[in-house]
């Protein structure tokens, strides 16, 4: 490539920008109905388990993998490994984004309609039964929810176009704050709902007689998506970060912050669920039935409720302007095209991709594959299969091919020493694989 690559502007703008691909739907959306849907307190303690023995390392497998190659997903495996097959890791993490972000839009659609039914006070006075029936006939919609993922995918193109410095990482890092602090008092608010306690020892106190192996996967499954792991998305975040940059300090903090806003939305869903006699394994309409009966019992609801869903359709778009980056990355690389050509039709090909994901909660709601509906379907593909699948062929990648020596090496190139070298390594080599070949295999191959 004869153009310099580009780069993080500063370690805060990559940091905030990662944690911005991090913290999405998979918090707020996604955290909570798959606690809901896994029977609470088990499934988060074998989430926060992952998070640590395989999310962390993992995302500095990614990080150091992309700062070395400074290529994007499949470059990367191309440089370090010639002639090799192993740039299909990087055409699996291609198609993975595809995928996610065909639905991804779409529930991003939902949110974006929300914020217009608060804006014009649609909830005011309606019953949980009440918002549960406005739901549903949004979603049912064969033509509006299609328009609003369309007015998503424009927004995400947009900002993809604007390049990583200009626009990813400038609204990453007004935005971020904002949403923390609403997320917090709306915490408050719903623990202190009365019945609100019997869903706090729900979510956090496990029940081991509801712990099977499903609930691992799922478990594992929402390690993935809620870190951006497994298809090269942060590898291609890393291929944009400079020598200076501590990488196993980076990971550890966007980490943490992921799972802290995680735990804070289930905090708000949870206990508000139990307080209003609702039903935690509803899946993906959860949120959206769950949270406006939160509003409706505080003072200013109407205008909580439209921070809101305006400030999760902008965590949204920033988590989709990395899912977008991956495919366009690869298009810029590879391919050769201009950033605005790539981006446009990659956007327009994932658009039609949702499509079907959105009739699915509607006209097409009868057509399923394997128990789940289309969006659903692609939901668990991904999560449950693309994903660790992916993040399995790259750790083995860096841990046995390009070698965890030398990847330890490029950990500490920012001149930290790395402390757990020794550990990470262990992990990457044997641990990581293992645990990862265990679940996939077992999550195949049942009985
Ligand atoms: N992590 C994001 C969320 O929680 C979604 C996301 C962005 C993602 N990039 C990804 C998921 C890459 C998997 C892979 O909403």
Not at 182 to 210: H, I, K, N, Q
């Amino acid at each position: 490539m004869a153009k310099e690559r580009e780069q993080w502007r500063s370690r805060v703008g990559f940091v905030f920008a990662a944690a911005g691909s991090a913290v999405g739907l998979g918090n707020i959306w996604r955290f909570p109905t798959a606690a809901g849907l896994n029977g609470g307190g088990a499934f988060v303690l074998v989430y926060l388990i992952l998070i640590f023995v395989i999310g962390i390392p993992l995302m500095m497998v990614e990080l150091t993998l992309g700062r070395r190659t400074k290529r994007s997903v499949i470059g990367a495996f191309k440089v370090l490994k010639q002639g090799s097959p192993w740039w299909l890791v990087g055409a699996l993490g291609v198609i993975s984004g595809f995928v996610i972000l065909s639905f991804y839009s779409v529930i991003a659609g939902w949110c974006l309609a929300y914020v217009v039914s608060y804006a014009t006070g649609q909830f005011s006075g309606l019953s949980p039964g009440g918002i549960e029936d406005q739901f549903l006939a949004l979603v049912s919609n064969p033509v509006i929810p299609v328009l609003w993922h369309a007015l998503f995918m424009a927004m995400t193109i947009g900002v993809v176009i604007l390049g990583v410095a200009k626009g990813i990482e400038r609204w990453s890092k007004i935005l971020m704050p904002i949403l923390l602090v609403l997320l917090v008092v709306l915490a408050v608010r719903s623990v202190t709902l009365e019945g609100a306690s019997e869903g706090l020892y729900w979510l956090l106190r496990p029940d081991f007689t509801r712990l099977d192996f499903l609930t691992i996967l799922g478990a594992l499954g929402q390690v993935f998506f809620s870190l951006s792991l497994g298809m090269g998305a942060m590898l291609t975040y890393g291929s944009y970060l400079s020598k200076k940059e501590n990488i196993p300090g980076s990971a550890a903090y966007i980490a943490l912050t992921d799972v802290g806003i995680a735990l804070l939305a289930g905090l708000i869903i949870i206990p508000a669920v139990f307080a209003f006699g609702l039903d935690p394994d509803t899946g993906p309409p959860l949120i959206f039935i769950t949270l406006p009966a939160v509003f409706q019992s505080i003072p200013l609801g109407n205008f909580f409720g439209l921070m809101f869903f305006l400030l999760i359709s902008i965590a949204a778009l920033t988590s989709a302007i990395s899912l977008l980056e991956v495919v366009v990355a690869w298009s810029i690389d590879e391919l050769g095209w201009q950033r605005r050509r790539s981006t446009i039709l990659s956007g327009l090909a994932i658009f039609l991709l949702g499509i079907p994901s959105s009739l699915s909660e509607g006209v097409w709601a009868d057509f399923q594959i394997i128990g789940l509906n289309i969006l659903s379907f692609a939901d668990s593909l991904t999560a449950n299969l693309l994903l660790p699948l992916g993040g399995l062929l790259t750790t083995i990648f860096v841990g046995w091919v390009w070698g965890a020596k030398k990847a330890v090496g490029e950990l500490e190139e920012s001149g930290d020493s790395f402390a757990f070298g020794g550990v990470w390594s262990v992990l990457v080599k044997y641990v990581m694989p293992l645990i990862l070949i265990y679940i996939l295999y077992t999550g195949l191959f049942p009985g």
